[in-house]
């Protein structure tokens, strides 16, 4: 059985150091809003706030925009609380 805190994203450089690569964006806008949040809350992220930055990660670059900006709010696989709690945090970050 694997320990849960062992698997957990800050246990993992490697998981990390994924996650900012991907923060990487070909929107600059979208590149410094997610280093500067990343800069400030890295270290204090839950799984549970990775997996909802993983999924709008997993936007396009304009739709990500569109969501830090409250231009829109998430739609479909997005839709969730989690997402929903992290968007917050990065609007005001």
């Known amino acids: 059985m694997t320990d849960p805190i062992l ?3 800050q246990a993992d450089p490697a998981n990390r150091a994924r ?3 991907r923060s990487r964006r070909g929107l600059l806008e979208n590149d410094i809003i997610l280093t500067r949040f990343l800069d400030a809350y890295e270290t204090e992220l ?5 997996d909802a930055l993983t ?3 997993d936007l ?4 990500l925009m569109d ?10 696989e997005v839709d969730l609380p989690h997402v929903h709690a992290l968007l917050q945090r990065l609007r005001i970050a």
């Open 7 to 9: 698997s957990s994203h």
């Open 19 to 21: 996650l900012r690569w």
């Open 46 to 50: 839950t799984d549970e706030e990775v």
């Open 55 to 57: 999924r709008l990660l």
């Open 60 to 63: 396009s670059d304009n739709a």
């Open 67 to 76: 969501l830090v900006l409250a231009r829109k709010e998430p739609e479909g």
